[in-house]
């Protein structure tokens, strides 16, 4: 194995470049060394790349949705965890203390205690380094959470564990979809289209999903997933739809998926029922939106916002899968090696002409 190990470094907004690193020596109370197959970029990778999310933390290695085999991992970390070397597994983003009242408490995703986060603010220099994704290498903290995965399936589709991981908690944990609900999903890509999924997966009785006039493919695949209608918003009022669907009453349960939109929150408003739910997981880069609250109290809407995925979502996103069920292959659409990094984001940005991304997997054995 080579002493040394690449790695891709954002060093401020729209400033990414590779740089190499000592390969990490795991001894006895240092966790693991994970080798990257595939690391699926995030929206949020989009944004932070851009710069709308600050600049806190710079330099660091992005990528917080690893996948890859075991390479070395100490006694006391096999134990603990359950795994070997040489096992397949999927890494969560945040690393807890483990030990606090609220990891206790099954909150561990409130920890104040934190060690960071994996493709998080963590300056490749602190500790072993090589917290990030998009790496050929990756350090696994000792208090790093993972789950194990089928070591047969694709990479490139094993890797997809985050995005429907969201699905599963944005959708039936935090908005309670079930069976005969109504749902409209706000925003077509790789989250919208798992939430369609789960919501499909659970029986609800009518979905619908949104996006723009260039998300025709992004439209057509949510159909295939079990969208009952598509709504071209720039053709058409949301809201306006949305009633005709439903009688003028409204959806049970609205997703605003969209990143750094703000009229997907009015609509957002407008097209649920009295007494319905609203989960917000689409950054809006900080700025303030005016929302008429009012509404919020008159309709008696609860209003969520989603952070991150947790274990229970992670689990049964590994589940479906693991399960075969659905033509995941159809979302997945690109594949880049380590070198390709920086244009496999802004492809998933929309920024490549002639292109249009879902799911952009980086791996780094390409």
Same mark, same amino acid.
């Given at each position: 194995?080579?002493?040394?190990?690449?790695?891709?470094?954002?060093?401020?907004?729209?400033?990414?470049?590779?740089?190499?690193?000592?390969?990490?020596?795991?001894?006895?109370?240092?966790?693991? $060394?994970?080798?990257?197959?595939?690391?699926?970029?995030?929206?949020?990778?989009?944004?932070?790349?851009?710069?709308? +999310?600050?600049?806190?933390?710079?330099?660091?290695?992005?990528?917080?949705?690893?996948?890859?085999?075991?390479?070395?991992?100490? =006694?006391?970390?096999?134990?603990?965890?359950?795994?070997?070397?040489?096992?397949?597994?999927? *890494?969560?983003?945040?690393? /807890?203390?483990?030990?606090?009242?609220?990891?206790?408490?099954?909150?561990?995703? &409130?920890?104040?205690?934190?060690?960071?986060?994996?493709?998080?603010?963590? /300056?490749?220099?602190?500790?072993?380094?090589?917290?990030?994704?998009?790496?050929?290498?990756?350090?696994?903290?000792?208090?790093?959470?993972?789950?194990? #995965?089928?070591?047969?399936?694709?990479?490139?589709?094993?890797?997809?564990?985050?995005? +429907?991981?969201?699905?599963?908690?944005?959708?039936? &944990?935090?908005? %309670?979809?079930?069976? %005969?609900?109504?749902?409209?999903?706000?925003?077509?890509?790789?989250?919208?289209?798992?939430?369609?999924?789960?919501?499909?997966?659970?029986?609800?009785?009518?979905?619908?999903?949104?996006?723009?006039?260039?998300?025709?493919?992004?439209?057509?695949?949510?159909? @295939?997933?079990?969208? =009952?209608?598509?709504?071209? #918003?720039?053709?058409?009022?949301?809201?306006?739809?949305v009633k005709e669907l439903t009688g003028g009453d409204g959806v049970d349960v609205v997703l605003d998926l969209t990143p750094m939109a703000h009229q997907p929150i009015r609509d957002?408003?407008?097209?649920?029922?009295?007494?319905?739910?609203?989960? $917000?997981?689409?950054?809006?880069?900080?700025?303030?939106?005016?929302?008429?609250?009012?509404?919020?109290?008159?309709?008696?809407?609860?209003?969520?916002?989603?952070?991150?995925?947790?274990?229970?979502?992670?689990?049964?996103?590994?589940?479906?899968? @693991?399960?075969?069920?659905? /033509? +995941?292959?159809?979302? &997945?659409?690109?594949?880049?090696?380590? =070198?390709?990094?920086?244009?496999?984001?802004?492809?998933?940005?929309? @920024? *490549? =002409?002639?292109?249009?991304?879902?799911?952009?997997?980086?791996?780094?054995?390409?």
């Open positions: 194995m080579a002493d040394m190990v690449r790695a891709v470094v954002q060093t401020g907004p729209r400033q990414m470049e590779m740089r190499e690193f000592p390969r990490p020596v795991i001894g006895p109370d240092d966790g693991a $060394l994970l080798r990257v197959e595939a690391c699926g970029i995030c929206g949020s990778d989009v944004e932070q790349y851009k710069g709308a +999310l600050g600049t806190r933390g710079l330099p660091m290695i992005p990528g917080h949705e690893p996948l890859g085999i075991i390479e070395e991992i100490s =006694d006391r970390t096999a134990a603990r965890w359950g795994v070997s070397a040489g096992d397949r597994v999927a *890494v969560e983003i945040l690393i /807890p203390c483990r030990s606090c009242d609220l990891c206790l408490a099954g909150r561990y995703m &409130q920890c104040k205690n934190r060690a960071g986060s994996h493709g998080g603010y963590n /300056p490749p220099e602190r500790g072993l380094g090589l917290y990030g994704g998009y790496a050929e290498y990756m350090h696994l903290h000792p208090n790093s959470i993972m789950h194990p #995965v089928r070591g047969d399936l694709p990479a490139e589709i094993a890797v997809m564990y985050n995005p +429907l991981g969201a699905g599963v908690r944005w959708a039936l &944990q935090y908005g %309670g979809v079930h069976l %005969g609900s109504t749902v409209l999903v706000l925003g077509a890509g790789q989250r919208g289209l798992a939430s369609i999924l789960a919501s499909k997966y659970v029986g609800a009785g009518l979905i619908i999903a949104t996006g723009l006039a260039r998300d025709g493919k992004k439209l057509e695949l949510a159909r @295939e997933f079990g969208a =009952d209608v598509t709504i071209n #918003v720039d053709e058409e009022d949301t809201v306006e739809r957002a408003i407008g097209a649920v029922r009295w007494g319905g739910t609203i989960v $917000l997981a689409g950054l809006k880069g900080h700025k303030d939106i005016a929302i008429p609250t009012d509404t919020l109290i008159n309709k008696a809407i609860t209003v969520k916002g989603a952070f991150s995925v947790d274990a229970a979502a992670y689990m049964d996103a590994i589940k479906l899968i @693991e399960s075969g069920k659905f /033509p +995941l292959e159809k979302m &997945q659409t690109h594949k880049f090696g380590l =070198d390709g990094v920086e244009h496999a984001i802004k492809l998933l940005a929309g @920024e *490549v =002409d002639g292109e249009n991304g879902i799911h952009v997997a980086v791996m780094p054995g390409r």
